[in-house]
């Protein structure tokens, strides 16, 4: 539910924040591709993402998963964020639950929810995540340079990161690695699993 100023209660349904989404990411990969310079077919054959799904994409009649945006943004050489920015920033910014940008992958089985205002040249980005009991999920490495600061706030999860050996963090627990590797989340319980994640990109690296 938002509260608008001046204005009564408005009640936002999860599809109608999934076509914000849509539209956000279709307006921003388009600005953002074109002033690179890039064709479609350049970027997908930078970013391994089909010509056909950039398109559908650009024209916001797919939502891009978390993987898809991912490959998009290190390809654009932006932060995943700016792919669904908003267009103005304010001073104070509430993010209701109603209206959140969640990201899904798996089939669902892996959410990620935006806990901050999206703006292009963000370099620290504030997550939720959540892993359906025992699911896996890989991620592909990120851009040079990006960190990861993970806390688990609900269940069991193991963390691999390129190639240190597995970690496993409880409920409290966290950790902090190079995300410019292949790594993975797998939740080890049957229940779902809740955690923070906070990235970052080294100044040395912007």
């Known amino acids: 539910m938002v509260v608008e100023a001046g204005g009564p209660l408005h009640l936002v349904s999860r599809s109608e924040a999934i076509d914000e989404i849509s539209t956000l990411t279709g307006q921003n990969l388009r600005r953002l591709r074109t002033r690179r310079g ?27 998963t978390v993987a898809i945006l991912w490959k998009i943004a290190a390809a654009l050489e932006v932060s995943c964020g700016s792919l669904i920015a908003e267009p103005h920033e304010t001073a104070l910014h509430v993010l209701t639950h109603a209206k959140a940008k969640v990201l899904s992958a798996s089939d669902g089985r892996f959410q990620t929810r935006a806990l901050f205002p999206y703006e292009s040249e963000r370099k620290v980005e504030f997550y939720e995540l ?77």
């Open 130 to 206: 959540r892993i359906a009991p025992h699911h896996a999920e890989t991620a592909e490495p990120h851009r040079p340079g990006t960190v990861e600061n993970l806390v688990v706030s609900r269940g069991a999860v193991e963390v691999v990161a390129g190639r240190h050996a597995p970690q496993i963090l409880g409920e409290g627990d966290a950790i902090i690695f190079e995300a410019d590797v292949a790594h993975s989340y797998r939740n080890m319980t049957g229940n779902e699993a809740v955690l923070y994640l906070v990235t970052r990109l080294r100044t040395h690296c912007s």
């Open 38 to 64: 890039y064709s479609l077919d350049r970027l997908a054959k930078i970013s391994g993402v089909s010509r056909a799904m950039l398109g559908q994409i650009e024209t916001g009649k797919s939502s891009p």
